[in-house]
């Protein structure tokens, strides 16, 4: 079965400190792996986009890899700011189509 | 360029009503898919549709719900005689097509469905 899990659930963090969000799926023949961020009561924007080629993706503070053989990505989101605070979402593309396979999400609130 | 659109961003419906969820794709978008995010559960997929075909339904409830992308205008999920459980926010994507790898999806801001 193919899943996509994430942890934390939940971070807190003091502005300005450098964190790291964790995604993992079982399968890892990807087509690709996006990370999304979701305010409350809005849609959700798209951050990042990791061809399954490809080991990373930078995008201002913001950097993504991927290690298909250990079935993992992280988010490292550099130097925080309160206007980061969302929930950040993980989705894996396992093939043409658009069903994408979100994780659970985590909730990251950055403290001024 | 305005992104995808989704209307109504609230519905409200008693038990047993119908419910027309209205979602445009992005200018030059002809992909269209539809996701479900229950209360405490995470954004599942439901169909994805290209101009006047299903192409992928498999998450789909086999009753009461129904998608359509007309030649002519937006793409319309329709729940009929709705239940307390199908209380939630239904999020519309598109993209431009599938054959890339390097291909983004597109979201709305979501209809949040709710039902007394």
């Known amino acids: 079965k193919q899943e996509v899990t994430q942890i934390p659930a939940a971070l807190s963090v003091p502005e300005g400190e450098n964190l790291v969000l964790n995604c993992s799926f079982t399968?890892?023949?990807?087509?690709?792996l996006q990370w999304f961020r979701q305010d409350p009561g809005k849609g959700l924007t798209s951050l990042l986009l990791i061809q399954s080629s490809q080991r990373e993706q930078t995008s201002g503070r913001l950097n993504a890899s991927l290690d298909k053989s250990s079935g993992r990505s992280t988010l490292y989101i550099a130097a925080s700011q309160p206007g980061d605070s969302a929930t950040y979402l993980c989705a894996v593309l396992y093939n043409q189509g658009g069903k994408l396979i979100f994780g659970q999400g985590t909730e990251l609130s950055v403290k001024p | 360029n305005a992104g995808v659109m989704q209307n109504p961003r609230h519905l409200v419906r008693r038990r047993g009503q119908e419910a027309r969820l209205r979602c445009s794709p992005m200018?030059?978008?002809?992909?269209v898919y539809w996701y479900r995010q229950l209360p405490e559960e995470g954004l599942k997929f439901m169909v994805y549709l290209q101009k006047e075909n299903i192409i992928d339904e498999s998450g789909m409830p086999k009753e009461r719900f129904s998608a359509e992308f007309p030649k002519e205008g937006p793409s319309i999920l329709r729940i009929q005689q709705v239940v307390r459980g199908d209380s939630a926010a239904y999020f519309c994507?598109?993209?431009?097509?599938?054959?890339?790898?390097?291909?983004?999806?597109?979201f709305g801001s979501g209809t949040q469905l709710s039902v007394l």
């Open positions: 200018k030059g978008h002809s992909h």
């Open positions: 994507a598109s993209s431009r097509s599938t054959r890339s790898t390097n291909e983004k999806l597109f």
């Open positions: 399968d890892s023949a990807i087509y690709n």
